[in-house]
């Protein structure tokens, strides 16, 4: 099983062998760790988002890392948020089921996830957090390390309350 950790920061800067981005569904840039990541990974970046066509809410697609230290980057596209019964849950744990998929398929050992869609999409917090823990301890099996990479203290909190 991977050992998992909590960590504080900014995730375009951890250095493992893949980063989780918060995409939206035309892959081509937005706001919060999305822009972050275009930003640090540099213009290549989007130029390999392009010929990906986009990707469906629920599922992830991967790219280079670029400039960035990881060596991928798997573009996740969760759920907004729109009361929790349109299928938001599942839709979530299927960015978190992908993601692990596109670690085993990419040979990635260590993958650092962003609290997927609990920014601009408005999921809230703890509800996402229990579903992206929930999906690693299930399949993670295959990793070595997995991080819960979360921009503020607060969020920290609730994967740290969530892993004891
Ligand atoms: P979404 O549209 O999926 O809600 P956001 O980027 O708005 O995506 O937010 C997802 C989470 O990522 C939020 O908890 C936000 O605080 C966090 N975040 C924003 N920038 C970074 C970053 N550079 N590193 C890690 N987490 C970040």
Redesign the pocket.
Known sequence: MAEIFVVE????QRPVDAIVN?A?SSLLG?????G?IHRAAGPELLEACRKLHGCPTGSAKATPGFRLPAKWIFHAV?PVWHGGASGEPELLAGCYRVCLQLAQEFGARSLAF??????????PKEEAASIAVREVLAGGGSMERVEF????RA?AEIYRKLLK
Request: charged share 10%; proline share 4%; aromatic share 10%.
């Open positions: 920061g900014d995730i375009t918060a939206n937005g706001g919060g760790v999305d972050a969760g962003p609290a997927i869609s609990t920014g601009i999409y408005g999921y990479v979360c921009f503020d969020t």
